[in-house]
């Protein structure tokens, strides 16, 4: 079956732009991560979801950073006042359920900001 | 706090080679533990797991049992191959229910043929 898949997958943008990235996780899973990984670096949490609760923010890293789910599918993690800083590769996973569930990732999405 | 520490990379072998890569975790209780990898430009997939202590997860020949006395969830495989060549993440559940997980550094593995 299709996996987690998104968009785009590479984003080059000058700072002070936004950005949106876009992620379809797999049909029927309820929940959605956002991490963020830069070059060399481990993966670091940003935000997740989980059906229709209120998601938890507390990885993101300033208040540029905003994301949102819609109708419990597709999200949207949109980056305001891009810095270079925020270059990074933008990963998106689902699972079935929180905690003890094997997350599924899509292949990331590049964004390079000059 | 919960934590998962990976041996630093990268690790360079030849092929044919046994490989390990150490990881230790600390934990409240016994979560289940992880190991994924990430293949050049793609994203992470699981490799394997382990749902409690004396399991062995096992995929692609490689081996990782989950030893709760060490606290430990070392990956390893008798004959690595070329196409190995990855990243490799330790990763565990935080504890205390919720959702987030803690993954490792991770390990980058080169195999030259």
């Known amino acids: 079956g299709a996996g987690v898949s998104q968009s785009p997958s590479n984003k080059v943008t000058e700072k002070g732009k936004d950005v949106e990235l876009r992620c379809d996780p797999i049909s029927g899973h309820t929940a959605l991560y956002w991490y963020r990984q830069s070059l060399g670096q481990g993966l670091e949490f940003l935000i997740y979801f989980q059906g229709n609760s209120a998601p938890d923010k507390s990885g993101l890293p300033s208040d540029r950073f905003s994301a949102e789910r819609t109708g419990g599918s597709v999200s949207t993690l949109t980056i305001q006042r891009t810095q270079q800083e925020d270059s990074a590769v933008y990963l998106c996973?689902?699972?079935?359920?929180?905690?003890?569930?094997?997350?599924?990732f899509g292949p990331g999405t590049r964004l390079l900001v000059l | 706090g919960d934590s998962v520490t990976q041996m630093e990379g990268p690790v360079t072998l030849s092929e044919e080679a046994f490989l390990t890569i150490n990881c230790t975790y600390t934990a409240t209780g016994y979560p289940s533990l992880f190991w994924y990898v990430q293949y050049p430009g793609e994203g992470l997939q699981l490799l394997l797991k382990?749902?409690?202590?004396?399991d062995k997860g096992s995929n692609k020949g490689f081996e990782a049992t989950y030893r709760k006395e060490t606290t430990s969830f070392h990956l390893e495989k008798g004959s690595v191959q070329v196409s190995d060549s990855a990243v490799y993440f330790c990763?565990?559940?935080?504890?205390?229910?919720?959702?987030?997980?803690?993954f490792g550094a991770g390990t980058r593995l080169f195999v030259k043929a």
């Open positions: 996973a689902s699972s079935t359920r929180r905690g003890q569930e094997t997350q599924y």
């Open positions: 990763a565990l559940p935080k504890s205390g229910g919720g959702f987030k997980t803690i």
């Open positions: 382990a749902t409690k202590a004396d």
